[in-house]
């Protein structure tokens, strides 16, 4: 994600809308969602609050297609995963994944790996080599990003492209209505969903075996 103002929602946008968790809802597949932090001087690089509003903004998004997401666990990271500059930071965050979750890493900075001169807001990312595992992703996002950009990017994870329709979420471009996934996106999400608990990639979230490690965000804004 390149323009900060590209993917942010305006006061009419998700104004009302978010959710601070993926509350029970009939047909929707709540999926766990781990929030690796990298810590900077022994603070974290974003607030509790900065990232409640990105999974909120996904769930608002994605719950119409029938996915939400629940966090189950967060990890700190140290400074060495900062600030990303290459391709080989971006693959060292493999080390650090949690099977079956969908792990989100947020991190300082992002340097775009083919425009160096330019700093990304996040990044769907598959980390390559025989260390990781042959299906492994994730998706990274950097302080800089606009509320949506981890929606963007889980938009991404579950098989979607970009798409050239101002306003829609797979977009650079804001339109005049808030940002939406179409019909054709959805699908390709529920396809991904299906797939992806068929071949034990992931599981649901009432599944998941986080009790100890399960946030329910009760803890104060850092």
Known sequence: MRSVSLLSLGAAGLCGLLTLGASAQPGVTTLPLVLNTAEVDGRPVVTRRWMREQVANANTLFRPHRVAFEVHARHAMDGSHAR???????????????????????VESLRDVDEPERYRQGVHWRPRGEAYPERAHFVIVSSIAGPTVL???????????????????????????????????????RFSLRRFLRDAELVRAEDADSGQERDVDQAADR
């Open 151 to 189: 929606a963007h990017e889980l938009g991404h994870y579950f098989g979607n492209g970009h798409s050239d329709v101002p306003g829609n979420i797979m977009c650079y471009e804001r339109g005049d209505v808030p940002p939406f996934f179409d019909e054709t996106q959805g699908a390709r999400i």
């Open 84 to 106: 990303l500059e290459n391709r080989v930071d971006r693959h060292l965050l493999g080390h650090l994944l949690h099977p079956q979750r969908i792990d989100v890493f947020f």
